[in-house]
Nanobody, 115 residues
Framework: QVQLVESGGGLLQTGGSLRLSCAAS????????MAWFRQAPGKQRELVAR???????NYADSVKGRFTISRDNAKNTVYLQMNTMKPEGTAVYYC?????????WGQGTQVTVSS
């Protein structure tokens, strides 16, 4: 099994920056893509960004140019640098990965952007 632990959430003002981290532990040798999702109050969980083991990335249109996903395979950690934050970025951010066809999720970290 794989365990994911997010950190770095918090409260920030519009236009501010925040960096989220997610560390994977357990059976990590076969971890594939790693991703960040978010779920705002009353809304469905949505994909924010995804990165393959080789570093190929893709982003939701709403965050392109402002967010950067990266990973350190040696540390089994994925990061999400969030810049120019907007109030609509307020959500619980979840880290996710898959290993041998099974999906794993972190517990989530709250990000609140004040206007």
């Amino acid at each position: 099994q794989v365990q994911l632990v997010e950190s770095g959430g918090g409260l920030l003002q519009t236009g501010g920056s925040l960096r989220l981290s997610c560390a994977a532990s357990g059976i990590v040798e076969a971890i594939g893509d790693m991703a960040w999702f978010r779920q705002a109050p009353g809304k469905q969980r949505e994909l924010v960004a995804r990165i393959s083991r080789r570093g190929i990335t893709n982003y939701a249109d709403s965050v392109k140019g402002r967010f950067t996903i990266s990973r350190d395979n040696a540390k089994n950690t994925v990061y999400l640098q969030m810049n120019t934050m907007k109030p609509e970025g307020t959500a619980v951010y979840y880290c996710a990965t898959e290993e041998r066809g099974r999906d794993y999720w972190g517990q989530g970290t709250q990000v609140t952007v004040s206007s």
